[in-house]
């Protein structure tokens, strides 16, 4: 038997599992573990989260495609070790874990392949198929190294060097995640509407999470703004790139984050400046911001992060010296 995952939305992949009287359902999750049918338990997989993940199926397609990325990586591992899926061996789970750090993995994309791999399991248990949950008790190293030294913020320069080469469609775009701190694909969401640069606010409705919010624009993003509605807003001049066109509800013309990506990366290497991705220009936010108010509440806030605890591991931080002024009159 060989399931190969419908391309529809969420709920229609569900579909074919979901439909099925829950004896069948068991029967062929049985047998698609027996015969590590890697296209048919992704699609198990997928199934699972739709009905039983926290988000059902508002689960974002990026999560998605994590969860399946990761139980397609975990499913290949398991058929090259011939591991029982349904009876698994009590040391598989850390046994896999092993692996991915051997292979030089860092300890926090370990972790992400770890949480696929349990929600196939999560999904093998729903389906009736076993009672296995070899990943419950299995441990991932801590990293101890700060986010922001991993993966840090652009500089000053940096940004400057690529605004200065950058179309208006890109130099937007990096005002957005640098100042506004806007994740990739709440920019990429934004419509006309949600932009209202005389108030100096940003309506991003498609938040993590589902979570709205109301942002603040930078005196610089403003003006970024006004010049790039002038240009492309509703009722100007069609500027068409593959599927979307500017002159619609849509602020960009890129239809995906691998456009986006694209177009960025080609002002990035007209300035001689490496790439390190969107997140780097929201830790440029992060950090500047924090360094200007000290007040990490505000920080998370702006860049629309439930915990304070995620802007201080891996978004802003304070300058070594922050405290010298204040300890001056000691």
């Given at each position: 038997?060989?399931?190969v995952?419908?391309g ?6 569900s ?30 997989t ?40 349904l ?16 292979a ?21 248990r ?8 070899p990943?419950?008790?299995?441990k991932?190293?801590?990293?101890r ?9 652009y ?19 990096l ?5 506004a ?6 920019a ?11 108030a ?13 919010r ?18 492309y ?6 500027h ?16 995906s ?11 990035f ?25 000290k007040?990490?509440?505000?920080v ?20 070594a ?10």
């Open positions: 038997m060989t399931l995952p419908f529809g939305d969420l709920l229609a992949q579909r074919a599992w979901t439909n099925l009287h829950d004896d069948e359902l068991r029967r062929r999750a049985v047998q698609a573990a027996g015969e590590k049918d890697i296209p048919a338990l992704v699609s198990l997928t199934a699972y989260l739709a009905q039983q993940g926290a988000s059902g199926v508002l689960t974002s397609p990026r999560t998605v495609e994590a969860y399946q990325l990761g139980a397609r990586q975990f499913l290949e591992y398991a058929t090259a070790q011939a591991l029982n899926l009876r698994p061996h009590r040391h598989d789970a850390q046994g896999y874990i092993g692996h991915l750090l051997a030089g993995r860092k300890p926090a994309g370990v972790q992400l392949k770890v949480a696929a791999a349990a929600c196939l399991y999560r999904a093998l729903w389906a009736g198929a076993t009672d296995a949950d990943f419950r008790d299995a991932v190293p801590k990293d190294t700060s986010g922001l030294v991993k993966r840090p913020p500089t000053e320069d940096e940004l400057a060097d690529v605004i200065e080469k950058a179309d208006v469609h890109a130099k937007f775009l005002f957005l995640t640098a100042h701190g806007l994740r990739i694909s709440e990429l969401a934004l419509e006309w509407t949600d932009l209202d640069e005389a100096r606010r940003i309506h991003v409705r498609s938040g993590k999470g589902r979570k709205e109301i942002v603040a624009m930078s005196s610089s993003l403003a003006r970024a703004t006004r010049h790039y509605r002038a240009l807003g509703l009722g100007g001049p069609d068409t790139d593959g599927k979307r066109t500017t002159a619609s509800s849509a602020v960009f013309r890129y239809a984050v691998m456009t986006a990506r694209y177009h960025i990366e080609k002002a290497g007209a300035a001689g400046v490496h790439f390190r991705g969107f997140h780097a220009g929201r830790k440029y936010a992060g950090t500047r911001l924090l360094r200007q108010v007040d990490f509440g505000r998370a806030a702006h860049l629309g992060h439930e915990s304070v605890d995620t802007t201080r591991r891996g978004y802003a931080s304070l300058a010296d922050d405290l010298k002024d204040d300890l001056a009159g000691w």
